[in-house]
T-cell receptor
């Protein structure tokens, strides 16, 4: 049963601390996304990768957020330093994106709920 | 700049009735649209999609309608069931091979028994 796996599921930290969220995409998927769920914006795209190369990270606050994909089985999203306004649920999603036009779907993990005090 | 908008934060319907969830978009380059369903403490799951070459796509109780001239799509659930109670997200993608989905704010549907 292939699925996207995210850790940690829950994280409570204090302002100023570093937070790292991890994602294992579905094997064989070539595109990985990081989304953040907020009440006002819904699901907000932060960054995404194709074949481990970053395609777009314009949705991320550059001064404190960073996203990497050190290998095909791991994507990371790091916040340093964290702030209370970063409190949200962060989702990782993966998909097999090929062909044009693309008419597939993305598969989401269960999310990492971050609370910054 | 919210390119995909779901203007109704919540919707409540009686079991057995029709649920209609609406979504508007502003980017005329969008040509592929999806609906996702999300239960609490879970990730969103794909529900149904539609390409801009169609104006309707049906899958069981779920039908998505697309009105390109109005830049509007809707999801119809008939008949609604209590298990349909969830947050529904509309998403859009432009014709390319990036796979990037732009989501709306979501609509919380409550189906009352």
């Amino acid at each position: 049963d292939a699925r996207v796996t995210q850790t940690p599921r829950h994280k409570v930290t204090e302002m100023g601390q570093e937070v790292t969220m991890r994602c294992q995409p579905i094997l064989g998927h070539n595109t990985v996304f990081w989304y953040r769920q907020t009440m006002m914006q819904g699901l907000e795209l932060l960054a995404y990768f194709r074949n481990r190369a970053p395609l777009d990270d314009s949705g991320m606050p550059k001064d404190r957020f960073s996203a990497e994909m050190p290998d095909a089985t791991l994507a990371t999203l790091k916040i340093q330093p964290s702030e209370p306004r970063d409190s949200a649920v962060y989702f990782c999603a993966s998909g097999l994106v090929r062909g044009q036009p693309w008419v597939g779907e993305l598969f989401f993990g269960e999310g990492s709920r971050l609370t910054v005090l | 700049d919210q390119q995909v908008k779901q203007n109704s934060p919540s919707l409540s319907v009686q079991e057995g009735r029709i649920s209609i969830l609406n979504c508007d978009y502003t980017n005329s380059m969008f040509d592929y649209f999806l609906w996702y369903k999300k239960y609490p403490a879970e990730g969103p799951t794909f529900l149904i999609s539609i390409s801009s070459i169609k104006d309707k796509n049906e899958d069981g109780r779920f039908t998505v309608f697309l009105n390109k001239s109005a830049k509007h799509l809707s999801l119809h659930i008939v008949p609604s069931q209590p298990g349909d109670s969830a947050v529904y997200f509309c998403a859009a993608s432009a014709s390319s091979n990036t796979g990037k989905l732009i989501f709306g704010q979501g609509t919380t549907l409550q189906v009352k028994p």
